[in-house]
């Protein structure tokens, strides 16, 4: 079953996305005020509270099937020498991933979040975006779809994660072309590349975006983005129709899902930033999104873990919300 | 079973203890860099998971047993006006804590940690540390014992964290006393009290310093403390001589601490600062510490909240560390 035959297509779900139920917000909003703490006392927690109240539609909710959904894919810009580790390692960590093997899932199992891996395609990686378009329409319509269809429709929370040598140098042409400004500022060292091959990867930036001109949110995620990328797309907006938030990772992460918000405004209201990591574009770019991260622990890993490692704070956040004792219930004196 | 019968036994302790358990941390060490994800990814996870292990005597620890223990005592200062709160909700809220409807019951859930509660005397509030000492020795002696008693021997991770209405005027009072500069520099809002409210706080921890010009740490927790502070000091040292990590809280848990860390240096090494309040002092004092908090979220409750919320994060950590597999395990190259 295709949802989406085309990037119009995708567009138009975009265009007809909803917001937050707004009794949901205001009677948690209520109750916030109600319960046995000074006001504002639990800082963030609160709001976080009453955002996820919002988008599941339920001023008392609960936490209690997290999704963690990890997208790999293979990159033909890695021909160029831009990461410090072989294409073969993506396939390998999805090997390690099923196996149970990778940080992310010691963090999902810690999160109480089931994990689900899906490998696109990679033994065919996208085309090198230093000459041309990353992917053809049927290739980004394609993830697209398999992001979308990856989503539990009974998951109460997501969090999208993704491995793929190369993909920082994706998410740094993407970055560049959706904002502006100079490729080095968006490119970082990703896994680890030295001095030299940091500059390499700046060039390679700059030439992928002269090779790809077109400037259209979702054209750019074609040109300039890779499979996983364009899942995590999917899989972000497909959690918006089924009232799922979503917790963002890194990134690549990131940089997929600007391409929703510059394509829709709103379109990224039923996220949040779950991390700030040591990619040093990274905060750059939540600032573009107006996200501020929840953790900024000097991660740097992508496959979801900063995303999946949230996961904790937005339950702490909810327990307190709908676990705690009014002032009344608890007979304790307001001040 | 009293440990302690005076203020120089406690001070023979802290002066008697012992590092980390070195070959722990080199092969924790030695694993870390084994595992598969680029040297570094995990940030501050990697050096958290070391840090553990270090303490534990462990290369590939677990943490299965977290303790929450929240100390509640009443302060003469409240006759001062210090507080938005009247001392009643002291007693009110250990009421909350007991019937699980507080946001530590909700925090402490989510962690998988137990939570003991200890009222100490709140029918008899400490004296009024503007006219002189807050404790005799027996009173801090009793603290302290109460807090050294309070941990489980088998405990694997602990948070301390307090109940008292006032106590943000002795972490202030404490504070300037341990470190010197304006009474205005570490004296906050508290619980929420308006500029005049403020102003007179402010007033009343330089009249307590005048009160109380014994400039020794341990006097000084005696003279400007609490009973609840001094029990966290007490569980705080006995966890480091049970091997027990300790996750800090906020800016009361913290003042407490800087106790022991001003007696005898290394004293607080088996602890970690969880959170950073929106108490303004509380950065200011874990720059004094030496402590890097973990989390940043505006929470400003007490009650072991940032500390608790801050335990996924390490077990997270820990999990990542003694789970994950290595390179080699995993046929992963590594680039």
């Known amino acids: 079953m295709q949802k989406f035959t085309s990037l119009d297509d995708f567009r138009a779900v975009l265009n007809g996305f909803n917001g937050p139920d707004g009794d949901a917000v205001s009677g948690a909003r209520d109750r916030n005020l109600q319960l046995t703490k000074p006001p504002g006392a639990l800082g963030r927690l609160e709001d976080l509270a009453i955002w996820?109240?919002?988008?599941?539609?339920?001023?008392?909710?609960?936490?209690?099937?997290?999704?963690?959904?990890?997208?790999?894919?293979?990159?033909?810009?890695?021909?160029?020498?831009?990461?410090?580790?072989?294409?073969?390692?993506?396939?390998?960590?999805?090997?390690?991933?099923?196996?149970?093997?990778?940080?992310?899932?010691?963090?999902?199992?810690?999160?109480?979040?089931?994990?689900?891996?899906?490998?696109?395609?990679?033994?065919?990686?996208?085309?090198?975006?230093?000459?041309?378009?990353?992917?053809?329409?049927?290739?980004?319509?394609?993830?697209?779809?398999?992001?979308?269809?990856?989503?539990?429709?009974?998951?109460?929370?997501?969090?999208?994660?993704?491995?793929?040598?190369?993909?920082?140098?994706?998410?740094?042409?993407?970055?560049?072309?959706?904002?502006?400004?100079?490729?080095?500022?968006?490119?970082?060292?990703?896994?680890?590349?030295?001095?030299?091959?940091?500059?390499?990867?700046?060039?390679?930036?700059?030439?992928?975006?002269?090779?790809?001109?077109?400037?259209?949110?979702?054209?750019?995620?074609?040109?300039?983005?890779?499979?996983?990328?364009?899942?995590?797309a999917g899989a972000i907006a497909r959690a918006r129709v089924e009232n799922i938030p979503v917790i963002l990772d890194g990134f690549i992460c990131t940089a997929a899902a600007a391409t929703l918000h510059q394509a829709s405004p709103g379109a990224l209201d039923h996220t949040i930033a779950g991390h700030v990591s040591a990619e040093g574009a990274h905060r750059n770019l939540l600032q573009k999104i107006g996200k501020e991260p929840l953790l900024s622990l000097g991660m740097r890993l992508g496959e979801g873990s900063g995303g999946a490692l949230a996961i904790g704070i937005l339950k702490a956040a909810v327990a307190c919300h709908s676990g705690m004792s009014t002032f009344a219930e608890a007979g304790v004196s307001e001040g």
Chains 1, 2 share one sequence.
């Not at 599941?56 to 990890?70: F, L, T």
């Not at 294409?87 to 992310?104: K, L, S, W």
């Not at 996208?126 to 779809?145: C, E, H, I, K, Y």
């Not at 539990?152 to 904002?179: C, K, Q, Y």
């Open 52 to 232: 996820y109240a919002g988008w599941r539609g339920d001023a008392r909710p609960h936490i209690e099937r997290p999704q963690v959904i990890i997208f790999a894919g293979n990159h033909g810009v890695t021909a160029q020498g831009v990461s410090a580790f072989p294409p073969e390692v993506t396939a390998q960590m999805v090997a390690n991933f099923q196996h149970g093997g990778a940080a992310i899932n010691q963090l999902a199992t810690v999160a109480g979040a089931k994990m689900d891996v899906h490998a696109l395609e990679l033994d065919n990686p996208t085309a090198d975006f230093t000459t041309g378009p990353a992917m053809d329409d049927q290739a980004v319509v394609d993830a697209l779809n398999i992001g979308w269809q990856a989503v539990d429709p009974n998951a109460d929370l997501l969090v999208t994660g993704e491995m793929g040598i190369g993909n920082t140098t994706s998410a740094a042409a993407i970055s560049t072309a959706l904002f502006g400004g100079d490729a080095s500022g968006w490119t970082g060292r990703g896994t680890g590349v030295d001095d030299a091959g940091l500059a390499l990867k700046t060039r390679v930036v700059e030439t992928a975006l002269v090779a790809n001109p077109d400037r259209d949110p979702l054209e750019i995620l074609r040109c300039l983005g890779g499979r996983e990328l364009a899942a995590m």
